[in-house]
Protein backbone atom coordinates (compact mmCIF):
# COMPACT_ATOMS: atom_id res chain seq x y z
CA UNK A 1 0.00 0.00 0.00
CA UNK A 2 1.74 3.23 -1.56
CA UNK A 3 0.77 6.80 -2.18
CA UNK A 4 -2.51 7.14 -3.20
CA UNK A 5 -3.53 3.52 -3.96
CA UNK A 6 -5.02 3.01 -0.85
CA UNK A 7 -6.47 -0.12 1.34
CA UNK A 8 -8.31 -1.95 -0.74
CA UNK A 9 -8.04 -6.05 0.50
CA UNK A 10 -8.77 -6.92 4.02
CA UNK A 11 -7.94 -9.80 5.79
CA UNK A 12 -10.25 -10.31 9.29
CA UNK A 13 -9.14 -12.98 11.49
CA UNK A 14 -11.68 -13.46 14.46
CA UNK A 15 -15.41 -13.33 12.88
CA UNK A 16 -17.06 -13.68 16.13
CA UNK A 17 -19.97 -11.35 17.22
CA UNK A 18 -17.72 -8.23 16.97
CA UNK A 19 -16.01 -9.50 13.79
CA UNK A 20 -18.91 -10.17 12.24
CA UNK A 21 -20.34 -6.97 12.30
CA UNK A 22 -16.96 -5.31 10.96
CA UNK A 23 -17.02 -7.77 8.10
CA UNK A 24 -20.46 -6.64 7.42
CA UNK A 25 -19.71 -3.13 7.32
CA UNK A 26 -16.45 -3.63 5.31
CA UNK A 27 -18.35 -5.34 2.60
CA UNK A 28 -20.97 -2.53 3.03
CA UNK A 29 -18.00 -0.18 1.97
CA UNK A 30 -16.76 -2.18 -1.15
CA UNK A 31 -13.92 -3.49 0.54
CA UNK A 32 -12.78 -6.75 -0.56
CA UNK A 33 -12.54 -8.70 2.73
CA UNK A 34 -11.22 -12.61 3.69
CA UNK A 35 -12.10 -14.69 6.71
CA UNK A 36 -10.72 -16.70 9.02
CA UNK A 37 -12.33 -18.19 12.08
CA UNK A 38 -11.59 -21.48 14.27
CA UNK A 39 -15.36 -22.06 13.72
CA UNK A 40 -15.66 -22.65 10.23
CA UNK A 41 -19.43 -22.04 10.00
CA UNK A 42 -19.02 -18.47 11.58
CA UNK A 43 -18.00 -17.41 7.95
CA UNK A 44 -21.31 -18.86 6.45
CA UNK A 45 -23.81 -16.24 6.47
CA UNK A 46 -21.43 -13.67 5.22
CA UNK A 47 -20.07 -15.53 2.26
CA UNK A 48 -23.79 -14.67 0.73
CA UNK A 49 -22.56 -11.09 0.98
CA UNK A 50 -18.85 -10.79 -0.67
CA UNK A 51 -16.84 -12.94 2.03
CA UNK A 52 -14.11 -15.19 0.74
CA UNK A 53 -13.40 -17.58 3.77
CA UNK A 54 -9.75 -19.05 4.44
CA UNK A 55 -8.26 -22.05 5.57
CA UNK A 56 -5.98 -20.27 8.40
CA UNK A 57 -4.97 -16.61 9.31
CA UNK A 58 -1.52 -16.97 6.60
CA UNK A 59 -4.01 -17.82 3.88
CA UNK A 60 -6.50 -15.27 5.07
CA UNK A 61 -3.64 -12.51 5.19
CA UNK A 62 -2.19 -13.87 2.14
CA UNK A 63 -2.26 -10.36 -0.33
CA UNK A 64 -4.44 -8.22 2.28
CA UNK A 65 -3.38 -4.76 2.69
CA UNK A 66 -4.78 -4.91 5.93
CA UNK A 67 -5.06 -7.33 8.58
CA UNK A 68 -7.51 -7.22 10.96
CA UNK A 69 -7.42 -9.21 14.70
CA UNK A 70 -10.82 -9.05 16.41
CA UNK A 71 -9.99 -12.29 19.47
CA UNK A 72 -11.41 -13.58 22.43
CA UNK A 73 -8.49 -13.54 24.26
CA UNK A 74 -4.60 -12.62 24.72
CA UNK A 75 -3.42 -16.48 24.00
CA UNK A 76 -5.58 -16.05 20.72
CA UNK A 77 -3.90 -12.85 19.51
CA UNK A 78 -0.70 -13.14 20.55
CA UNK A 79 -0.56 -17.04 19.11
CA UNK A 80 -2.73 -15.73 15.56
CA UNK A 81 0.54 -12.61 15.81
CA UNK A 82 3.63 -13.77 16.99
CA UNK A 83 2.69 -18.12 17.32
CA UNK A 84 4.48 -20.32 15.47
CA UNK A 85 2.50 -20.17 11.52
CA UNK A 86 1.05 -16.74 12.68
CA UNK A 87 1.47 -13.78 10.58
CA UNK A 88 4.59 -12.57 11.80
CA UNK A 89 6.28 -15.37 10.14
CA UNK A 90 3.93 -15.76 6.92
CA UNK A 91 3.24 -12.31 5.96
CA UNK A 92 5.33 -9.77 3.89
CA UNK A 93 5.28 -6.38 2.53
CA UNK A 94 3.71 -2.85 3.19
CA UNK A 95 0.55 -4.46 4.65
CA UNK A 96 -0.64 -3.07 8.62
CA UNK A 97 -1.62 -5.33 10.91
CA UNK A 98 -4.67 -4.07 12.82
CA UNK A 99 -4.89 -5.35 16.48
CA UNK A 100 -8.51 -4.87 17.95
CA UNK A 101 -9.23 -7.00 20.33
CA UNK A 102 -9.69 -5.81 24.04
CA UNK A 103 -6.27 -7.25 25.32
CA UNK A 104 -3.31 -5.71 28.26
CA UNK A 105 -1.60 -2.37 27.07
CA UNK A 106 1.83 -4.67 27.21
CA UNK A 107 0.76 -7.01 25.51
CA UNK A 108 -0.01 -4.73 22.60
CA UNK A 109 3.24 -3.02 22.40
CA UNK A 110 5.30 -6.63 22.25
CA UNK A 111 2.75 -7.26 19.53
CA UNK A 112 3.74 -3.78 17.81
CA UNK A 113 7.87 -4.09 18.56
CA UNK A 114 7.56 -8.13 16.80
CA UNK A 115 5.36 -6.18 13.95
CA UNK A 116 7.97 -3.57 13.88
CA UNK A 117 10.70 -5.90 13.98
CA UNK A 118 9.71 -7.88 10.96
CA UNK A 119 9.23 -4.23 8.55
CA UNK A 120 5.57 -4.48 9.13
CA UNK A 121 3.37 -1.37 11.09
CA UNK A 122 0.80 -2.00 13.68
CA UNK A 123 -1.96 -0.33 14.84
CA UNK A 124 -3.48 -0.63 18.05
CA UNK A 125 -7.48 0.10 17.40
CA UNK A 126 -10.26 -1.51 19.61
CA UNK A 127 -13.84 -0.29 19.28
CA UNK A 128 -15.99 1.00 21.90
CA UNK A 129 -19.79 -0.21 21.11
CA UNK A 130 -21.65 -3.54 21.04
CA UNK A 131 -21.98 -6.20 18.09
CA UNK A 132 -25.35 -4.91 17.24
CA UNK A 133 -23.94 -0.98 17.46
CA UNK A 134 -21.14 -1.82 15.53
CA UNK A 135 -23.53 -3.18 12.86
CA UNK A 136 -25.23 -0.21 12.20
CA UNK A 137 -22.05 1.72 12.20
CA UNK A 138 -22.96 3.56 15.86
CA UNK A 139 -19.42 3.06 17.00
CA UNK A 140 -15.99 4.43 17.70
CA UNK A 141 -12.89 3.00 17.24
CA UNK A 142 -9.68 4.31 19.41
CA UNK A 143 -6.78 4.23 17.98
CA UNK A 144 -3.06 4.28 19.01
CA UNK A 145 0.10 4.32 16.95
CA UNK A 146 2.09 6.10 13.63
CA UNK A 147 -0.45 9.25 12.59
CA UNK A 148 0.75 8.59 9.07
CA UNK A 149 -0.96 4.66 9.42
CA UNK A 150 -3.71 5.94 10.92
CA UNK A 151 -4.46 8.53 8.21
CA UNK A 152 -3.87 5.88 5.63
CA UNK A 153 -6.39 3.57 7.37
CA UNK A 154 -9.24 6.31 8.19
CA UNK A 155 -11.15 5.06 5.00
CA UNK A 156 -11.39 1.91 6.48
CA UNK A 157 -12.16 3.18 10.13
CA UNK A 158 -14.33 5.42 8.78
CA UNK A 159 -16.61 2.49 6.78
CA UNK A 160 -16.83 0.98 10.14
CA UNK A 161 -17.23 3.30 12.76
CA UNK A 162 -19.17 6.76 13.06
CA UNK A 163 -15.37 8.50 15.09
CA UNK A 164 -11.93 7.39 14.92
CA UNK A 165 -10.49 9.06 17.83
CA UNK A 166 -6.36 8.63 17.90
CA UNK A 167 -5.14 8.33 21.64
CA UNK A 168 -1.66 8.64 21.34
CA UNK A 169 0.71 5.93 20.70
CA UNK A 170 -0.07 2.12 20.98
CA UNK A 171 -0.90 1.10 24.05
CA UNK A 172 -2.57 3.92 24.64
CA UNK A 173 -5.68 2.98 22.70
CA UNK A 174 -6.01 -0.40 24.78
CA UNK A 175 -5.63 1.64 27.74
CA UNK A 176 -8.49 3.94 26.41
CA UNK A 177 -10.75 0.79 25.82
CA UNK A 178 -10.33 -0.85 29.03
CA UNK A 179 -10.93 2.72 30.81
CA UNK A 180 -14.04 2.37 28.13
CA UNK A 181 -15.13 -0.75 29.51
CA UNK A 182 -14.25 -0.32 33.39
CA UNK A 183 -17.58 2.38 32.93
CA UNK A 184 -19.78 0.28 30.41
CA UNK A 185 -19.19 -2.54 33.13
CA UNK A 186 -20.40 -0.47 36.28
CA UNK A 187 -22.90 1.42 34.53
CA UNK A 188 -24.54 -1.92 33.57
CA UNK A 189 -24.56 -3.28 36.96
CA UNK A 190 -25.40 0.11 38.67
CA UNK A 191 -28.50 -0.17 36.45
CA UNK A 192 -29.04 -3.83 37.35
CA UNK A 193 -29.10 -3.12 41.42
CA UNK A 194 -31.73 0.30 40.37
CA UNK A 195 -34.22 -2.29 38.69
CA UNK A 196 -33.84 -4.69 41.45
CA UNK A 197 -34.52 -2.18 44.15
CA UNK A 198 -37.62 -0.91 42.17
CA UNK A 199 -38.66 -4.49 41.83
CA UNK A 200 -38.17 -5.40 45.03
CA UNK A 201 -40.33 -2.11 46.08
CA UNK A 202 -43.44 -3.23 43.00
CA UNK A 203 -42.35 -1.12 40.80
CA UNK A 204 -42.80 -2.13 37.17
CA UNK A 205 -39.28 -2.62 35.71
CA UNK A 206 -40.69 -0.81 32.29
CA UNK A 207 -42.16 2.02 34.35
CA UNK A 208 -39.02 2.38 36.17
CA UNK A 209 -36.81 2.47 32.86
CA UNK A 210 -38.86 4.98 31.45
CA UNK A 211 -38.26 7.25 34.59
CA UNK A 212 -34.54 6.53 34.26
CA UNK A 213 -34.42 7.41 30.65
CA UNK A 214 -35.61 10.69 31.15
CA UNK A 215 -33.81 11.64 34.76
CA UNK A 216 -30.24 12.73 35.53
CA UNK A 217 -29.41 8.88 34.91
CA UNK A 218 -29.93 8.57 31.54
CA UNK A 219 -26.79 7.21 30.14
CA UNK A 220 -26.03 5.11 27.30
CA UNK A 221 -26.04 1.67 29.11
CA UNK A 222 -29.64 2.69 30.22
CA UNK A 223 -30.77 3.26 26.41
CA UNK A 224 -28.86 -0.04 25.52
CA UNK A 225 -29.19 -2.37 28.02
CA UNK A 226 -32.11 -1.43 30.13
CA UNK A 227 -34.49 -2.79 27.59
CA UNK A 228 -32.46 -6.01 27.45
CA UNK A 229 -33.05 -6.05 31.07
CA UNK A 230 -36.76 -5.50 31.28
CA UNK A 231 -37.62 -7.88 28.14
CA UNK A 232 -35.44 -10.61 29.44
CA UNK A 233 -33.28 -10.50 26.09
CA UNK A 234 -29.77 -12.25 27.11
CA UNK A 235 -28.31 -13.05 23.79
CA UNK A 236 -25.16 -12.03 23.41
CA UNK A 237 -23.83 -8.67 22.03
CA UNK A 238 -21.12 -8.72 24.68
CA UNK A 239 -21.20 -12.18 26.61
CA UNK A 240 -20.24 -12.19 30.65
CA UNK A 241 -17.27 -14.47 29.78
CA UNK A 242 -15.56 -12.05 27.72
CA UNK A 243 -16.22 -9.14 29.85
CA UNK A 244 -14.54 -11.11 32.97
CA UNK A 245 -11.69 -11.30 31.04
CA UNK A 246 -11.93 -7.63 30.39
CA UNK A 247 -12.22 -6.85 34.45
CA UNK A 248 -9.52 -8.76 34.92
CA UNK A 249 -7.44 -7.30 32.58
CA UNK A 250 -8.84 -3.77 34.18
CA UNK A 251 -7.47 -4.75 37.73
CA UNK A 252 -4.39 -6.21 36.48
CA UNK A 253 -3.73 -2.70 34.88
CA UNK A 254 -4.77 -1.13 38.48
CA UNK A 255 -2.18 -3.13 39.92
CA UNK A 256 0.78 -2.36 37.59
CA UNK A 257 -0.20 1.28 37.75
CA UNK A 258 -1.24 1.91 41.25
CA UNK A 259 -4.60 2.93 40.68
CA UNK A 260 -7.04 1.64 43.14
CA UNK A 261 -10.40 0.22 41.33
CA UNK A 262 -12.55 -0.61 44.07
CA UNK A 263 -15.86 -0.71 42.27
CA UNK A 264 -14.53 -2.69 39.48
CA UNK A 265 -13.06 -5.60 41.62
CA UNK A 266 -17.01 -5.92 43.16
CA UNK A 267 -18.50 -5.75 39.57
CA UNK A 268 -15.91 -8.32 38.80
CA UNK A 269 -17.16 -9.99 41.27
CA UNK A 270 -20.67 -10.12 40.57
CA UNK A 271 -19.49 -10.76 36.52
CA UNK A 272 -17.86 -14.49 38.33
CA UNK A 273 -20.64 -15.61 39.88
CA UNK A 274 -22.88 -14.62 36.76
CA UNK A 275 -20.73 -17.04 34.41
CA UNK A 276 -20.41 -19.08 37.58
CA UNK A 277 -24.76 -19.69 37.38
CA UNK A 278 -24.15 -20.99 33.65
CA UNK A 279 -24.90 -17.69 32.15
CA UNK A 280 -21.20 -16.84 30.70
CA UNK A 281 -22.25 -17.04 26.90
CA UNK A 282 -25.42 -13.95 27.83
CA UNK A 283 -25.00 -10.77 27.22
CA UNK A 284 -23.55 -8.27 29.99
CA UNK A 285 -27.54 -7.55 30.80
CA UNK A 286 -27.69 -10.96 32.45
CA UNK A 287 -25.80 -9.67 35.92
CA UNK A 288 -29.17 -8.39 36.96
CA UNK A 289 -30.47 -12.36 37.44
CA UNK A 290 -27.98 -12.88 40.04
CA UNK A 291 -28.88 -9.80 42.18
CA UNK A 292 -32.41 -10.96 41.25
CA UNK A 293 -31.52 -14.19 42.67
CA UNK A 294 -30.53 -12.28 45.86
CA UNK A 295 -32.81 -9.98 46.51
CA UNK A 296 -35.25 -13.21 46.68
CA UNK A 297 -36.96 -12.39 42.79
CA UNK A 298 -35.79 -15.52 41.24
CA UNK A 299 -34.67 -15.99 37.67
Known amino acids: MNGGVGIKKIALVGVGLLGTAVAERLLAGGFAVTGYDTRPEA ?28 LPSLHAVDAVVRGPGGLLDTVSGPMILIQMSTISPALTRELAAAASGRGLRFLDAPMSGTSAMVARGDCTI ?10 ACRPVFD ?7 R ?4 G ?19 LAEALVLGAKGGLAPATLLAVLKESAAGSRMVDVRGPLMVDRRFDPQMKIDLFLKDFTLMLEEGRRLGAPLPLTS ?6 AATAGRGRGGDDLAALITTLETMAGLGD
Open 172 to 190: QASLAKLATNLLVGLNTAA
Open 159 to 165: AIARTTI
Open 266 to 271: LARELT
Open 142 to 151: FVGGDPASIE
Open 167 to 170: VGEV
Open 43 to 70: LDALRPRGLTSAANPAAAARGADAVFTI
